[in-house]
Every structure is written in C-alpha cells, then in structure tokens.
Nanobody, 123 residues
Framework: VQLQASGGGLVQAGGSMRLSCTNS????????VGWFRQAPGKEREFVAT????????NYGDSVKGRFTISRDNALNTVYLQMNSLKPEDTAVYYC?????????????????WGQGTQVTVSS
C-alpha cells in the first residue's frame, strides 16, 4: 500500500473542496480507509472513514453533515468531499489505510499513511 493524498489548497469559508487519496500499490480493495487532520498545535483528529466495500461510513462530530467520504475501488481512490468549509477546518489532512476491512476512528487502527495535504480555509 502506498497512499498519495491530493486536492488541498486555499478556499474561502463556505466553499467546497475535494480531496483524493490514491493507493498506487493496491493489491486488493479490502482495506478500510480513513481521513484524519492535524492543525498546528493540536492533536490529530479523526475526520471520516469508509469500510472496504463502501457500504459503511463514519464521521467525526465536527464534520458530520458537511463532509462526505466515498471510494472508487476500480480507481484505487478514496475521496473526501468537503462542503460548507469553516476556518477551523484548516489543517493538514492525511489519508490512511488499514490492513483490515473495518474502519476505525482511532489513528491506531491504520498501518499505512499518506504524506498529507494542506487545506486552508480563509475567513
């Protein structure tokens, strides 16, 4: 598994952005994938996760109703659609993959991590 996150940048509050996480060495689609974020001086925060088959998703309380996680196993890619962005969403966003099919809200549930992509929301 080798993950590459992309799609970050600068957006105004209220705007939208879509992040992508591509696995360039995928051998199967049985991995759960999660998104986490970390703002300066803060701990890494759970954002969203999707189980291997895409049938189950889970979101952090701060993003529920605004963010949507989805996956396209044929493209080896997981997406994070972020709407109604707020300045407090500013952070480095990381995607991570688990060896298993269960999507955890804990970073300890993931063994493979991408390099992170910066998202900045201006007020």
């Amino acid at each position: 598994v080798q993950l590459q996150a992309s799609g970050g940048g600068l957006v105004q509050a209220g705007g939208s952005m879509r992040l992508s996480c591509t696995n360039s060495r995928r051998t199967s689609s049985n991995n759960a994938v999660g998104w986490f974020r970390q703002a300066p001086g803060k701990e890494r925060e759970f954002v969203a996760t999707i189980f291997w088959n895409g049938g189950s998703t889970n979101y952090g309380d701060s993003v529920k109703g605004r963010f949507t996680i989805s996956r396209d196993n044929a493209l080896n890619t997981v997406y994070l659609q972020m709407n109604s962005l707020k300045p407090e969403d500013t952070a480095v966003y990381y995607c991570a993959a688990s060896r298993g099919s269960y999507g955890s809200s804990s970073s300890r549930g993931y063994q493979y991590w991408g390099q992170g992509t910066q998202v900045t929301v201006s007020s």
